[in-house]
């Protein structure tokens, strides 16, 4: 992956989303994907005005997408969507950050080595970050879905992707409804964090609150758990708080029942603003006839991303781990 080509694409999405933005009283978030569709297609809408698809037609012609690698697309994509991010004030317009994104990829690498093909699914796939994070790490072909309900953070998950040549399902939905789809060997999710509006759709799930509304996190893993087969795993970004809340008890009690707890890997505060935003990666495996608990779970705190010599200690230390984990 070469630097100067994501900031090369980075540019051109950046300058020409602005165009778009100005021509079609949009949101820069909602041009971005607007342009990146453009430049899946080839070519300008026959919607657009005259002037922005002459404008547009004269940008294509600055560069080729096949020119770029996937990596690289991610790379500026995520660029430009941060750039927009802050102008957004919706919490849920948020994104995973990259070296925790390409750490879970690195994760799922492990947990799956040797597998030949595996059946991936996101829950909250936001812009897509993530499950192409992943999916870009991981060396066997992958049958991937993703859900989202947010319209603006759909359309630039799925230009996204096609853009990275990944093919993934896309559900626009509640997450928390029910999917038509079979279970998967694999769920990640940058779970959201906050309280669960529609108490009719709760009332369905064991970890619905006891009364008043029900933690969004809570019923992800839930949900989670739903669509993942016997012993597959689970990977989510949860709080640092998750096992203290007054709903945890219930939390407890429902994954000693369901799955295993592989591992918790608390995330360095450098990532956050405010420590008690802290984050952790949760991986859990469900339950089924041939699973058992690891003999100890991977629990870690990480140091910070830029301290290269604590980070490779830290990952000697998990390659050991998983070699353990993989012989019991």
Do not use: C
Not at 67 to 85: D, N, P, S, W
Not at 242 to 255: G, V
């Amino acid at each position: 992956m070469k630097q100067e080509n994501v900031e090369k694409l980075f540019q051109w999405i950046d300058e020409t989303a602005m165009t778009v933005s100005e021509d079609m009283n949009i949101t820069y978030l909602e041009s971005i994907a607007e342009t990146l569709d453009v430049l899946f297609n080839g070519k300008p809408f026959d919607d657009m005005s005259k002037g922005l698809q002459t404008t547009l037609n004269n940008e294509l012609t600055k560069l080729s997408k096949d020119e770029f690698e996937k990596e690289e697309v991610r790379k500026a994509v995520q660029l430009t969507i941060l750039k927009g991010m802050k102008g957004a004030t919706q919490q849920q317009h948020l994104i995973t950050p990259d070296s925790v994104a390409m750490f879970m990829g690195y994760i799922a690498s492990k947990l799956f080595e040797g597998k030949e093909n595996l059946k991936l699914f996101d829950l909250a796939s936001g812009s897509g970050n993530l499950i192409t994070s992943v999916m870009n790490q991981l060396e066997m072909p992958t049958n991937a879905y993703a859900s989202e309900v947010d319209p603006t953070l759909i359309q630039l998950a799925v230009t996204n992707a096609n853009l990275q040549k990944n093919h993934i399902e896309f559900f626009h939905q509640d997450s928390l409804r029910p999917f038509l789809m079979e279970p998967v060997d694999f769920v990640v999710a940058d779970l959201p964090v906050g309280y669960y509006p529609d108490d009719v759709t709760a009332a369905n799930y064991e970890l619905k609150a006891e009364e008043g509304h029900s933690y969004a996190h809570h019923l992800f893993i839930e949900q989670g758990l739903n669509y993942t087969e016997e012993g597959g795993y689970l990977m989510f970004i949860v709080p640092n708080f998750l096992f203290d809340s007054d709903q945890s008890k219930q939390l407890n009690a429902f994954l000693r029942e369901h799955a295993h707890i592989v591992g918790m890997l608390q995330l360095s505060d450098s990532l956050f603003k405010d420590e008690k935003h802290g984050k952790s990666i949760l991986i859990l495996q469900k339950k089924g006839k041939e699973t058992k608990a690891p003999k100890e779970a991977l629990l870690v705190k990480l140091p910070s991303f830029k301290n290269p010599d604590a980070m490779a200690d830290i990952l000697a230390q998990m390659n050991q781990w998983f070699d353990q984990y993989k012989l019991q």
